[in-house]
């Protein structure tokens, strides 16, 4: 969704200062909340688990905000928000990437590849 918005900004109509006041707390809880395990969107039925693509959407969703934060002078709290989205870079690159595999798992500790990997 940031990423739509971030694009819309950019190449279509500036966002309001009220939608921003919105993404903002949308952004501050995705900072606050990316590091917990969550369901999926596959319909897994494991159970929460750290999927690696739930962890790469809240970085997308961070840094799309930074950059809309930057781009139009909204007031952020971006260091906060850069610091969040490097840690998740980090971690994805730490635990969702299997070198023998060469491949991003589905979830950490799994050896099953994510279904985005899958070109069936």
Not at 10 to 17: E, L, Q, R, T
Not at 19 to 39: F, P
Not at 59 to 82: C, M, N, Q, T, Y
Request: charged letters at 30%; proline letters at 2%.
């Amino acid at each position: 969704m940031l990423d739509f918005i971030y694009l819309y900004n950019k190449y279509g109509s500036p966002i309001s200062y009220d939608l921003w006041v919105q993404l903002r707390k949308l952004i501050n809880g995705v900072a606050a909340n990316w590091h917990l395990k969550d369901e999926g969107i596959w319909e897994v039925r494991g159970g929460k688990q750290h999927f690696v693509y739930s962890k790469l959407m809240c970085w997308v969703a961070l840094d799309r905000g930074i950059r809309l934060a930057e781009k139009r002078s909204f007031p952020s709290d971006k260091l906060h928000w850069i610091k969040e989205r490097d840690k998740i870079y980090e971690e994805i690159m730490e635990r969702g990437w299997n070198p023998q595999m060469e491949a991003f798992v589905q979830h950490y500790e799994s050896k099953t590849l994510d279904a985005a990997n899958h070109t069936s």
